[in-house]
T-cell receptor
Framework: GAVVSQHPSRVICKSGTSVKIECRSLDFQATTMFWYRQFPKKSLMLMATSNEGSKATYEQGVEKDKFLINHASLTLSTLTVTSAHPEDSSFYIC????????????FGPGTRLTVL | RKEVEQDPGPFNVPEGATVAFNCTYSNSASQSFFWYRQDCRKEPKLLMSVYSSGNEDGRFTAQLNRASQYISLLIRDSKLSDSATYLCVVLSGGYNKLIFGAGTRLAVHP
C-alpha cells in the first residue's frame, strides 16, 4: 500500500517555540493532505485540508495563524505550530490522498508533541 | 450531538469470544463508512469499508443500516492481537472529509 512518513515522530519543546512537522507521501503524488490532532482517549479531529499549490482550508475553531500549513509539492506538506503552549501537546497525524477522494487516505505514523 | 458516536468500552473478552461494536452517525447524507483499527500511540489503519449489503473479511463482519444510521462490526474468534481501539469512520456528505468516532477499546485476554 501507499506509504506516508512523518517527521519527527516525537518532539518536546519549550513553551513559546515553534515546531515544524513534515508529512511526505513516499510512493505516490498526494493532491490533498489532511492534518489531524488527537488528544488522549479522544477521536481524531480534522484540523485542516491542504491542496497542493493552494491555501489550506481550516476547520472551525482551528487558528490558521497558529497552525501554519504549507503544501508546496505533491509529496510534502508541513504543519508549523507557532508559539506552542502546553495545551497544544497532542498527537498530530497527517494523511495523504490521491485524486480518488477523501475516502482513500493513507495515514502517517503521527508526531507526538509535548510542550513544556 | 457528536457526528459519530461509539460506546467507548472497554470490552474485555476472552480469546475465542465473539464481540460486536456499534456506531451511530448523525448526518444522513454521509456517503461512505469504514472501520479503522488504532493501536496505542499509533496511527489508525483501515480495517474494512462498510457496505449496505454487509461485508465480511475473515473473522470480521461489517454491517450498515442507512435507515437507522447505524454501523456495526462483529469480530469472531477473538485473538489477543485483536486488542486495540476500533474507530467508526464516516465520510461526511458534501464536505469530502472523514469524521472519526472516539473509538471502542477492545482487550482480549488469554
Amino acid at each position: 500500500g501507499a506509504v506516508v512518513s512523518q517527521h519527527p515522530s516525537r518532539v518536546i519543546c519549550k513553551s513559546g517555540t515553534s515546531v515544524k512537522i513534515e508529512c511526505r507521501s513516499l510512493d505516490f503524488q498526494a493532491t490533498t493532505m489532511f492534518w489531524y490532532r488527537q488528544f488522549p482517549k479522544k477521536s481524531l479531529m480534522l484540523m485542516a485540508t491542504s491542496n497542493e499549490g493552494s491555501k489550506a482550508t481550516y476547520e472551525q475553531g482551528v487558528e490558521k495563524d497558529k497552525f501554519l500549513i504549507n503544501h508546496a509539492s505533491l509529496t510534502l506538506s508541513t504543519l508549523t505550530v507557532t508559539s506552542a503552549h502546553p495545551e497544544d501537546s497532542s498527537f498530530y497525524i497527517c494523511s495523504a490522498g490521491d485524486s480518488s477522494g477523501a475516502d482513500t487516505q493513507y495515514f502517517g505514523p503521527g508526531t507526538r508533541l509535548t510542550v513544556l | 450531538r457528536k457526528e459519530v458516536e461509539q460506546d467507548p468500552g472497554p470490552f474485555n473478552v476472552p480469546e475465542g469470544a465473539t464481540v460486536a461494536f456499534n456506531c451511530t452517525y448523525s448526518n444522513s447524507a454521509s456517503q461512505s463508512f469504514f472501520w479503522y483499527r488504532q493501536d496505542c500511540r499509533k496511527e489508525p489503519k483501515l480495517l474494512m469499508s462498510v457496505y449496505s449489503s454487509g461485508n465480511e473479511d475473515g473473522r470480521f463482519t461489517a454491517q450498515l443500516n442507512r435507515a437507522s444510521q447505524y454501523i456495526s462490526l462483529l469480530i469472531r474468534d477473538s485473538k489477543l492481537s485483536d486488542s486495540a481501539t476500533y474507530l467508526c469512520v464516516v465520510l461526511s456528505g458534501g464536505y469530502n472529509k472523514l469524521i472519526f468516532g472516539a473509538g471502542t477499546r477492545l482487550a482480549v485476554h488469554p
